[in-house]
């Protein structure tokens, strides 16, 4: 073992087993016992013990996915409102993304990855994995965010193409290109879908601002692999284990 994973908590097999729901801790000995359990492709001793998120578990050469309770962090999915700022605390005393999660969640150290502006809403994760928030924020791992946005009247092709080609702010700031597409035209609105790989401040709005595009609504629905689904505004829920998974793949971590 390296001396980073030593550092992580540890979880005794059968435990792992009754969390993740393969079955109570009993029947998980009787099923070390039988060497149906393979921990790194190596048959697995009574008492042992495993690192959750590290180490690959199967029960008769399938895997088994961690349990919630087997992650050594919390990750949480969140749907932001509007008028929600998405930091852990207000001066002005508004309501933050923290007021949003479950009560026998705010005694952690949670954190938002990220931000999404007073006026946004969608998804947004909160965590206390400093390691993942890290590489999910860093320049050089940003991952494909995908925005739902409600443009007041029609969009024209010469627009999309701009912002499809990459374009120049006003302040000056140079943007990689944007996967801008119509989602649908419903009266006098036109939806649009984008899918930004670069982390510049705003950088929807002030797209918008220079092409005179009026936006009624910004809506963010995915960051690389975890997609917002049908969890309503307002609602949060633990991710899960594979989600979790997915994400560190996503940026290189596992």
């Not at 969608?122 to 928030?133: N, R």
Request: with cysteine.
């Amino acid at each position: 073992m390296t001396q980073e994973k030593n550092s992580l908590p540890e979880v005794r097999l059968n435990k792992f087993l009754a969390q993740a729901g393969v079955c109570s801790r009993r029947s998980a000995d009787e099923m070390i016992a039988q060497g149906r359990i393979m921990v790194n492709g190596v048959r697995a001793e009574m008492g042992a013990k495993l690192i959750p998120d590290q180490d690959h578990v199967t029960l008769d050469g399938k895997p088994v996915l961690a349990g919630p309770q087997n992650i050594p962090h919390t990750y949480i999915i969140l749907n932001k409102p509007v008028q929600v700022v998405s930091t852990v605390r207000d001066p002005q005393g508004r309501s933050t993304v923290l007021d949003l999660i479950p009560c026998e969640l705010k005694h952690k150290r949670l954190y938002p990855v990220g931000r999404l502006d007073f006026f946004s809403e969608g998804l947004l994760i909160l965590t206390d994995d400093g390691k993942l928030t890290h590489r999910l924020t860093h320049p050089g791992w940003h991952l494909p965010k995908t925005y739902h946005v409600a443009i007041r009247g029609k969009v024209s092709e010469e627009a999309l193409t701009v912002m499809s080609s990459g374009m120049r702010l006003a302040e000056g700031e140079t943007l990689a290109p944007v996967q801008a597409s119509v989602l649908r035209r419903d009266g006098r609105t036109t939806w649009l879908e984008m899918v930004l790989r670069q982390g510049v401040n705003r950088q929807i709005r002030r797209m918008c601002r220079d092409l005179d595009m009026t936006i009624l609504s910004l809506k963010r629905v995915a960051v690389g692999p975890l997609q917002l689904g049908k969890l309503q505004k307002g609602q949060s829920r633990l991710l899960t284990a594979k989600e979790v998974q997915a994400l560190y793949h996503a940026v290189g971590l596992a």
